[in-house]
Antibody
Framework: QVHLEQSGTELKKPGASVKVSCKTS????????IHWVRQAPGQGLEWMGW????????KYAQRIQGRVTMTTDASTGTAYMELRNLRSDDTAVYYC?????????WGRGTLVTVSS | EIVLTQSPATLSLSPGERATLSCRAS???????FAWYQQKSGQAPRLLIY???NRASGIPDRFSGSGSGTDFTLTISRLEPEDFAVYYC?????????FGGGTKVEIK
């Protein structure tokens, strides 16, 4: 059974960094890339980027390029998304999704609140 | 970047009625790389349709997708109470992947 388990809620101050994890199970980790998508309160979905789980290649949205790093730990089947220099408009629920047909399985989301 | 524009923003219908949701792309999108998602409050998006017209696993056949080029449609043949939610279209053929702004299907 495919499952993506995300880390818990985070409260950060402006300028800080956050690292969200997404532990996968139920399928071969290397067979699918991982997308990261975020959703600000009351807003739509924003694609942040993806990581190739086999070779580590990444592609980031231009809007957050330079502040984001996506990585994986193949030994645990876990993907990570680190966002640096947080701003108030980074407050959002952050989702990981398996890269199949757009995104066939999603994590439940991690709320990141940026507030002083 | 391909911009996806969904219409209407809100659709007010009664259970049992037919819902037709539209999504227009700013440039042609390959039909193999177009999807629809359903999102309920407090939940992650759920894949409904991929490759324009293929239902994802476990999705009832009252959901159907169609379209090509720049115009795509999601149809819900007869609304069930659990179908009232927000629906997003997505193109995943070109980077950056993009989503539409969403259509809220609400109970009339």
């Amino acid at each position: 059974q495919v499952h993506l388990e995300q880390s818990g809620t985070e409260l950060k101050k402006p300028g800080a960094s956050v690292k969200v994890s997404c532990k996968t199970s139920g399928y071969p980790f290397f067979n699918y890339n991982i997308h990261w998508v975020r959703q600000a309160p009351g807003q739509g979905l924003e694609w942040m980027g993806w990581i190739h789980t086999y070779n580590g290649d990444t592609k980031y949205a231009q809007r957050i390029q330079g502040r984001v790093t996506m990585t994986t730990d193949a030994s645990t089947g876990t993907a990570y998304m680190e966002l640096r220099n947080l701003r108030s408009d980074d407050t959002a629920v952050y989702y990981c999704a398996r890269d199949a047909e757009g995104g066939d399985y999603w994590g439940r989301g991690t709320l990141v609140t940026v507030s002083s | 970047e391909i911009v996806l524009t969904q219409s209407p923003a809100t659709l007010s219908l009664s259970p049992g009625e037919r819902a037709t949701l539209s999504c227009r792309a700013s440039q042609s999108v390959g039909s193999s790389y177009f999807a629809w998602y359903q999102q309920k409050s407090g939940q992650a998006p759920r894949l409904l349709i991929y490759a324009t017209s293929n239902r994802a696993s476990g999705i009832p056949d009252r959901f159907s997708g169609s379209g090509s080029g720049t115009d795509f449609t999601l149809t819900i043949s007869r609304l069930e109470p659990e179908d009232f939610a927000v629906y997003y279209c997505q193109q995943y053929g070109y980077s950056p992947l993009t989503f539409g702004g969403g259509t809220k299907v609400e109970i009339k």
